[in-house]
């Protein structure tokens, strides 16, 4: 079986019934690894020898080992960490304070790597390794409780990989998020940030409730699929129907993220386009700074654009925000520590897909 994190709360008190164990155990142990934080079984002082036996010999992969921590002067933490295959993967700690207080968010990887392979990403220039498993995502918000001491208020799936791509052991993982025995996290605390690949059908079928956050990056086909090079990628106007439809169905609000690429999306018919395609509906749109990648040829917009951009569309009634970027001297932006960490094993095919998305946008 490899991992105990892997299992769901029914999967655990089934797997405990096989082994002639009582149910009540399920709650001990998501007790130790949910709540105190303990992933050792021989710590685990309220349950029994034998079990802890069957549970060694059954799950024997350890708990991800971490392989580096960086800080940033902004607060950010990002944490490497080493899976049991050798597998590296990032995850960021961000503390925001506003004036309705103060709160952690852990920004959580999904998969090693990426397919997709967008030219603006580290993680795209790093190639893909492989989907993580369920156990594997949730292993990353347990460590960084553990190691920071910190209670993690607010969960991001915005860190390597596509959600959506991987989506049965998202779910999984968003499950054991939501679940009132494990981490109980509200709708309204975990965030999904999504390209929106064709299993988006999928997602917005499913009955799972969170915060939506698309990565639009261009107002029309054409430039999007030069940005992000996913072939069968969904058109803009059917992504948009779909999430209108959950927008409506889970009672959330919908973001569009817009990050701005210096003379590739900033120029005034992108604005103009943005503008037609958001005008009547109720979406939020996120103006995000670029932060520059190393090996990428894109550049950030300057800042009198970027207030334009947002000046225009607010006063279209298209309710806009320009986010900060965060984490700038750890290299915070998705991928960057693990690409330092490893030689990369797709550049020359991330390259390739790099050049020709500048020569064509
Ligand atoms: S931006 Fe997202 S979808 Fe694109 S390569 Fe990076 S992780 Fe993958």
New binding site residues.
């Given amino acids: 079986m490899g991992f105990l994190l892997d299992l769901s709360w029914e999967e655990l008190r089934g797997y405990l019934q096989s082994q002639g164990q009582a149910i009540y155990r399920a709650e001990q142990l998501w007790d130790w690894i949910y709540h105190k934080k303990t992933f050792t079984l021989e710590r685990m002082g309220n349950i029994p020898k034998d079990l802890r036996m069957i549970l060694t010999r059954d799950f024997p992969n350890p708990l991800p080992q971490q392989n580096q921590i960086t800080f940033d002067p902004d607060g950010t933490e990002k944490f490497l960490w080493q899976m049991a295959d050798g597998e590296l993967v990032e995850s960021v700690l961000l503390h925001t304070s506003t004036s309705h207080g103060q709160w952690t968010s852990a920004c959580l990887s999904t998969q090693a790597g ?1 397919p ?3 030219g ?2 580290a ?2 220039h790093s190639g893909f390794r492989r989907n993580l498993s369920s156990g594997e995502i949730l292993s990353q918000i347990l460590g960084m409780e553990q190691k920071s001491g910190e209670r993690i208020s607010r969960v991001l799936l915005m860190g ?3 959600p959506l791509l991987n989506w049965p052991a998202v779910e999984r993982a968003i499950e054991v998020l939501q679940h009132p025995k494990a981490l109980a996290l509200g709708s309204r605390r975990l965030t999904m940030s999504t ?1 929106g690949p064709p299993p988006l059908e999928k997602f917005v079928q499913s009955g799972v409730k969170l915060e939506v956050s698309l ?1 639009l990056h261009a107002p029309n086909d054409a430039l999007r699929s030069r940005l ?1 090079p996913l072939p069968g990628l969904l058109p803009i106007g059917k992504t948009i129907e779909l999430l209108q439809y959950y927008s409506e169905r889970a009672g959330k609000i919908v973001t569009f993220e817009y990050l701005l690429l210096g003379g590739v999306n900033d120029q005034p018919n992108h604005l103009k386009q943005l503008v037609a395609l958001f005008g009547a509906r109720s979406f939020l749109i996120n103006l995000l700074p670029y932060n520059p990648v190393v090996g990428s040829s894109f550049q950030p917009t300057n800042k009198e654009t970027i207030r334009w951009f947002s000046e225009t569309l607010n006063d279209a009634g298209i309710k806009t925000m320009i986010r900060k970027p965060r984490g700038r001297f750890i290299e915070a932006a ?2 960057q520590l693990r690409r330092k960490a490893i030689p990369d094993d797709g550049t020359e095919n991330a390259d390739e897909r790099l050049h020709s998305a500048e020569k064509k946008v």
């Fill in positions: 990426c997709i392979g967008c603006f990403c993680t795209g390597m990989g596509e390209i990565s992000i998705c991928g």
